[in-house]
Nanobody
Framework: QVQLVDTGGGLVQAGGSLTLSCAAS???????????AAWYRQAPGKQRELVAS???????NYADFVKGRFTISSNNFANTVYLQMNSLKSEDEGVYYC??????????????WGQGTQVTVSS
């Protein structure tokens, strides 16, 4: 009943920036809220890894390899999560996935994944 849609990926030069968005929506139109969310990424041939996470309080945590370069945030309506990525490196390439615990008025709290968005960094 809740869908997460990841957007914002693309091709960027090394040192450039991208902002990813994870938009939650309810097909039933019922009230929902993202309680906590995270961005993961997966490079070809590698396991999916946690990049950053954010709680409902707004507190955020980052993997060491993105600290100081990436910022996770959410909008005031708690239905969209962002990942601002600066100073991108070739090793940041991969498919980025949003994951979120979403409370829904009908189905309660469940965990959802977005479909992923590709980030490609050219050197």
């Amino acid at each position: 009943q809740v869908q997460l849609v990841d957007t914002g990926g693309g091709l960027v030069q090394a040192g450039g920036s991208l902002t990813l968005s994870c938009a939650a929506s309810s097909s039933s139109g019922s009230v929902f809220r993202i309680n906590q969310a995270a961005w993961y990424r997966q490079a070809p041939g590698k396991q999916r890894e946690l990049v950053a996470s954010i709680r409902g309080s707004g507190s955020a945590n980052y993997a060491d390899f993105v600290k100081g370069r990436f910022t996770i945030s959410s909008n005031n309506f708690a239905n969209t999560v962002y990942l601002q990525m600066n100073s991108l490196k070739s090793e940041d390439e991969g498919v980025y996935y949003c994951n979120a615990d979403v409370w829904h008025a009908v189905s309660g709290t469940r965990n959802y994944w977005g479909q992923g968005t590709q980030v490609t960094v050219s050197s």
